[in-house]
């Protein structure tokens, strides 16, 4: 077994910020454009759109607020229902009953641990013909994978339901050769200190439709009319992103592909040192950003030996996502399916991904699942 000190912490997706992101933000502060406005805001829009291919972007606090505005844009309100995955963090189903709708969850394919659109087919031909198409489709591009959007896209089409991206772990993964946060009405990102970019916090809210960006940039805004005196003719939210943090940005956008490079090496490394896991499938039609390198272990225990050795080593694995269909708060929500998802729950290990790990990093990592 390799000997490598074990006293430095590794984390599981840790930011990984340089001097360039550091310039900008300094060259930020100094013109004292500090507030959620200025130049480095807007270019940091007009990047990230150019990269995702579409035509508007709005800056925002956090994903989850990105999601909450795709959500009115769809026109969610108070009794509605919106299919989710069930396999996904729990800011994708909350967003959902801010608005006072309830979420119907809906399993996973092992194909490429997204949600399952035959699933989602169902359930819209279901609800068709009992009168009750749901008011919108959520789908999560799972740990950097997009879904498998063209059967997606499809079923909503056909019953004439909006689709909404959470792409928030997918920045630069493609999809048949169109990037992650392109599909449906909008698509939604996420700039969290875990992700593949940060700004520290934020989100961006990402689409070709001209409405749902002024819509969204208006809510963003606290919903202020524009004249000389604070006018609102609707209620709106605090959800701009700093410029400040619009600079920081910047400067991770310049460097998405290093970092994706970086972040598949990885997960090449780890499938190549352990061939007797059993790794995230990658979907033949597309490229994933690689964001998080996902195993399953032979069972719940094998799982849970696999965690308590690599924190006995000082390093940062957690499970996989809990499904939303098993967690206390959303227990009496209607679900599709489940069986699925909750056995990716069981047996599911994330390991560290950060872009900036070493190579005695990932020798680390590699030694301390071959202890569990």
Partial sequence: MTDIRTDTRIYLSPPDVTDLERGLLLDAFDSNWVAPVGPDLDAFEEQVAQRVGVRHAVALSSGTAALHLALIAAGVRRGDTVLVPSFTFAATANAVVY??????FVDSTPDSWNVDPALVAEELRARAARGSLPRAVIAVDMYGQCADYDPLLEACDR?????????????GATYRGAAAGSFGLAGVLSFNGNKIITTGGGGMLVTDDSRVAKQARHLSTQAREPVAHYEHRAVGYNYRLSNLLAAVGRGQVQRLDQMIAARR????????????????PIAGYGTPNHWLTCVLADSAEHRDRLLAALNGRNIEARPAWKPMHLQPVFQDCVTRGGEVCADLFRRGVCLPSGSALTDDDRRRVVDAVREG
């Fill in 265 to 280: 090496a990885t997960s090449e490394f780890y499938r190549a040192e352990l061939p007797g896991l059993t790794f995230m």
């Fill in 99 to 104: 608005l006072g709708a309830r979420p119907v």
């Fill in 159 to 171: 019953y004439g339901v909006p689709l909404i991206e959470d792409a928030a772990e997918a920045l």
